[in-house]
């Protein structure tokens, strides 16, 4: 081995290469390189690009307020205006709401003007101000914008023959008491896809799985050992931390129903991910641990997407 | 109190620097073929070293440490384009000179030298060549430096040797000795 390394010396030069001058200027660069320590930027701009795009959504969606001419009722804002969009979730529940704005709720039925607004203007054209009896069920629930602007949200029930509707803003019961509004209501089909349990088995089978081979490809590829799992007892307690927090949270996100609400889930995804992302920096970076969590997070926001463009 | 912390950690770079910069800067040139390159990546070698001692955890040799940063900085400088740049200017410039009987006789006799043999190399051999006979690591502490297993490097190894072989007169060849990994 020597013979090897004497010849190779002897042909690059056994002067010493490493000299004084290289020595000081490495301990120059160290010192100061010690007053101004890195700044990694790339995970402050991800979690402060992710918070302004969360506000963009919220400022461009659910919370923009814009002031429409209100009418004294449904009936008559019904006979003045056209539907312009519309969209019909199904809840026997009467405590909840759980139709939205057309892009916004997982899991509801939407449509433009048609055949369906029509049939719904000529519901709401018919109704009366009644009081409510116990023998009403709820069937439905509808959020409806009209052609002003004004926006509603409906509760439908029925009763043997009958239909009625609850307007959740002024509380205001509604009976239809017009036999053909009823029959042509009923007697519509509302086009409704039924949900598909085995597609959507199959659908999350090849997630987990694409899951499953990205995370074994990341970690092949930049050799991310799998054992340990954690780094040390810190990284594991705050893990445990974070799931704990993030059960909680989804917990929170079903009680509320705010679950079906596709930007209360991106606000659920960027809840879960950002801290993991931040905890894996933090405490995998030297094995490149990180990678993997960060290649998970775009997997898992590609298949968010996806799962909601699928359910629209 | 923080001048005195600066100066100390100074102090001990140097020390670092003085007993392992040399073969640093070795390794860094057997990857590289550029001495001022191989300046430049010793540079980032230590600074990094510098800046982040509390990841040294002592699990290896310091000596193994630096040679993994090296390894890893060489691998960056030859995948970067500054590299790729640097090549294909060098090929350009070549090209473009005359061809004399001198330059080939020069050529010819470098071509048979153990260093341009090793240059010839694919990097996955070279470095298993250089780490194992120059740097006398041994095979479980160049499957950590790299990143791999024992038998992944023993087998580099091999063909490294075979390949080496090809290339060398037999006088240059016994550098190399009958290695058992």
Not at chain 1, 51 to 71: C, D, E, K, R, S
Not at chain 1, 88 to 93: F, L, V
């Amino acid at each position: 081995m020597t013979s090897f390394k004497n010849k190779l010396d002897k042909e690059i030069g056994e002067a010493p290469r490493f000299t004084k001058a290289l020595q000081q200027r490495i301990v120059h660069s160290a010192d100061q390189q010690q007053h101004k320590q890195s700044r990694n930027w790339q995970y402050p701009t991800m979690i402060v690009g992710a918070i302004v795009t969360l506000l963009f959504l919220f400022i461009v969606g659910p919370l923009q307020q814009t002031v429409y001419p209100q009418h004294a009722s449904i009936i008559e804002l019904a006979q003045s205006e056209e539907i312009q969009q519309l969209s019909i979730a199904s809840n026997w529940n009467e405590n909840s709401f759980k139709a939205g704005r057309t892009g916004w709720v997982i899991g509801q039925q939407q449509y433009g003007k048609g055949e369906e607004t029509k049939l719904i203007e000529n519901v709401l054209r018919h109704g009366v101000v009644a009081q409510k009896d116990d023998y009403f069920h709820v069937i439905n629930n509808m959020w409806i914008k009209f052609d002003n602007g004004q926006v509603v949200k409906l509760k439908m029930y029925r009763k043997m023959e009958q239909i009625a509707f609850l307007d959740v803003k002024t509380n205001t019961f509604y009976k239809v008491n017009d036999e053909q509004a009823f029959t042509a209501f009923t007697d519509f089909n509302f086009k409704e896809v039924p949900f598909k349990f085995t597609a959507f088995l199959v659908w999350l089978g090849v997630m987990l799985l694409g899951g499953w081979v990205i995370e074994r490809a990341v970690r092949w590829k930049f050799k991310i050992p799998k054992e340990p799992r954690f780094v040390n007892d810190k990284h594991q307690k705050t893990v445990i931390i974070l799931k704990f927090f993030n059960c909680i949270v989804l917990v929170i996100f079903n009680i509320k129903t705010w679950i079906i609400f596709i930007v209360a889930d991106f606000a659920l995804f960027l809840v879960t991910m950002l801290p993991h992302l931040v905890t894996e920096y933090y405490f995998g970076r030297h094995e490149k641990r990180h990678y993997v969590a960060v290649i998970n997070a775009v997997y898992l926001l590609i298949v968010f997407i996806a799962f909601v463009i699928w359910v629209q | 109190m923080n001048d005195k912390g600066g100066a100390r950690l100074s102090e001990h770079l140097t020390a670092i620097m003085a007993e392992h910069g040399e073969y640093c800067l070795r390794v860094a040139y057997l990857y590289v073929r550029d001495w001022s390159i191989a300046e430049e990546i010793v540079q980032d070698v230590f600074l990094a070293y510098y800046l982040q001692q509390d990841r040294f955890e002592q699990r290896a040799s310091l000596k193994t440490y630096l040679v993994k940063i090296t390894v890893h900085k060489s691998h960056d400088y030859l995948r970067s384009w500054k590299n790729k740049r640097h090549q294909l200017f060098g090929k350009l410039h070549f090209g473009a000179s005359k061809r004399t009987p001198e330059r080939d006789l020069i050529q010819a006799h470098e071509r048979v030298t153990l260093q341009a043999a090793l240059f010839e190399l694919p990097i996955s051999y070279r470095e298993v060549l250089i780490l194992y006979y120059y740097q006398e690591l041994k095979v479980r502490e160049i499957a950590e430096v790299l990143g791999s297993t024992d038998n992944t490097v023993k087998t580099r190894l091999r063909r490294a040797r075979q390949l080496l072989q090809n290339k060398l007169e037999q006088s240059d060849w016994e550098v190399l000795g009958d290695d058992i990994f």
